[in-house]
């Protein structure tokens, strides 16, 4: 089993509607999650963190938690086009300062 | 520079040769962290430093990789006797103090070709 799993994708959805993605971790012990955002061809960038059971908004950004079954996700609203990037998770493991990231999903916005 | 620097921004080398790439963090970060990441895959993380020692090189996926952080701010990540399965996108990441509390500030990444 991969530390962090998440479906490679693609994932098409029409300009303005939501935009679910999801992710499994394995380590229990896992306290602090990211979801990165990179553009073909850049480098990951932050977008969101959470670090507490339930969700987390900012913006059209909500990132949801669950420690009991190992899930997290981000659900992006009113998605544009300029959202279509892969949204890689990334979650700490091995006592905390290691960042495990999934394979990513790949998401397009279409017009 | 405001953000991390990583040289070169593209290295094309010969199987069996030696090469170098080169981390300048973020002033002031203390964490640095070496990923690799091939096609269609995420980020593989490969060595972690906290200041100049190496805190966590469990990613590194043989002898032939090494990496050093001599005075806590450049990092070198070097390979010897590259081999084809080495090429990939070799991305260094800076954090103020590490990947629990903060972010990771990622550079533009080195891209290793080994023909």
């Known amino acids: 089993q991969k530390e962090v799993e998440q479906n490679s994708g693609p994932l098409s959805v029409p300009e303005g509607a939501i935009a679910s993605l999801n992710c499994t971790y394995s380590?229990?012990?896992?306290?602090?999650f990211f979801w990165y955002r990179q553009y073909s061809g850049k480098s990951p960038e932050l977008i969101m963190f959470i670090y507490s059971n339930g969700d987390k908004e900012d913006g059209r950004f909500t990132a949801q938690l669950n420690k009991a079954s190992q899930y997290v996700s981000l659900l992006i609203r009113d998605s544009q086009p300029s959202d279509s990037a892969t949204y890689l998770c990334?979650?700490?493991?091995?006592?905390?300062?290691?960042?495990?990231f999934g394979t990513g999903t790949q998401l397009k916005v279409e017009l | 520079g405001a953000g991390v620097s990583q040289t070169p921004s593209n290295k094309v080398t010969e199987k069996g040769k030696y090469v170098e790439l080169r981390c300048d963090p973020i002033?002031?970060?203390?964490?640095l962290y070496w990923y690799r990441q091939s096609l269609g895959q995420g980020p593989e993380f490969l060595i972690y430093f906290q200041g100049t020692g190496a805190a966590d090189d469990s990613g590194l996926p043989n002898d032939r990789f090494f990496a050093v952080r001599p005075e806590g701010s450049v990092s070198t990540l070097k390979i010897q006797r590259t081999e084809r399965g080495d090429s990939a996108v070799y991305l260094c990441a800076s954090s103020l103090r590490g990947a629990d509390t903060g972010e990771l500030f990622f550079g533009e990444g080195s891209r290793l070709t080994v023909l």
């Open positions: 990334a979650v700490n493991t091995g006592g905390g300062n290691k960042l495990t």
């Open positions: 002033s002031g970060h203390t964490a």
């Open positions: 380590d229990r012990g896992s306290q602090s």
